[in-house]
């Protein structure tokens, strides 16, 4: 850590640090003073978590997290069924003819993600997950940085990437894997191993 690091000069340090030892994301666009802020003094809050042993992540689409390598089934549990949710948003959505990368433009409200539900029933059913419980679920998104609240319903957040990345890597493994089914397992065992790291 740099000698001459001044706090002063990172005023919402406890702010971010609440903000990511929550398990929350912070998005460009949910907090701009704050993303201004830590993407202006990155280098210091890099080094200063990291001494307090912590590893801050900034992706460069706009949001930051605090990694941690360590799995935990409650959190994995979560992630798994936020990991559900956004498959079953993301295919509705391609099948409606929707540009992906425009996730952050879609609203998306109790109606539609009933709509989804029925789509996805047995998959959904599978988790226990009904229309009640998709409505908890991306409110739970909110409170950990994937999706923001609005009056008439939800909006995905830059932070969702991360689940998106993870879908296109398996979608590529499928894909290799139709001309080499041996590279399927390799691909599937280093998707699962990153999981196990990014534990998201």
């Not at 990511?20 to 809050?45: C, M, T, V």
């Not at 959904?124 to 909110?142: K, W």
């Not at 319903?153 to 689940?163: E, F, N, S």
């Amino acid at each position: 850590m740099s000698a001459s690091l001044s706090l002063e000069s990172m005023p919402s340090l406890a702010e971010l640090f609440r903000l990511f030892l929550s398990g929350k994301h912070l998005n460009r666009i949910a907090e701009p003073a704050l993303w201004a802020e830590l993407e202006q003094r990155e280098d210091d809050y890099r080094s200063l978590f990291a001494a307090l042993g912590y590893e801050l992540r900034l992706d460069g689409r706009g949001f930051a997290w605090f990694h941690t390598p360590e799995a935990n089934s409650l959190i994995g549990k979560t992630s798994r069924q936020l990991a559900l949710l956004f498959m079953v948003i993301f295919e509705a959505q391609a099948n409606a003819g929707k540009p992906l990368l425009r996730f952050s433009d879609w609203l998306i409200d109790r109606e539609w993600l009933a709509e989804v539900h029925e789509q996805q029933r047995e998959v959904l059913d599978a988790e226990g997950l009904g229309p009640d419980g998709l409505v908890e679920l991306i409110n739970r998104a909110c409170t950990l940085g994937f999706a923001l609240s609005e009056p008439a319903g939800w909006r995905l957040l830059p932070a969702v990437c991360r689940y998106l990345d993870h879908f296109e890597a398996l979608a590529a493994a499928e894909q290799a894997a139709q001309h080499d089914p041996d590279q399927l397992m390799d691909a599937a065992l280093a998707t699962e191993e990153a999981d196990d790291e990014e534990d998201l």
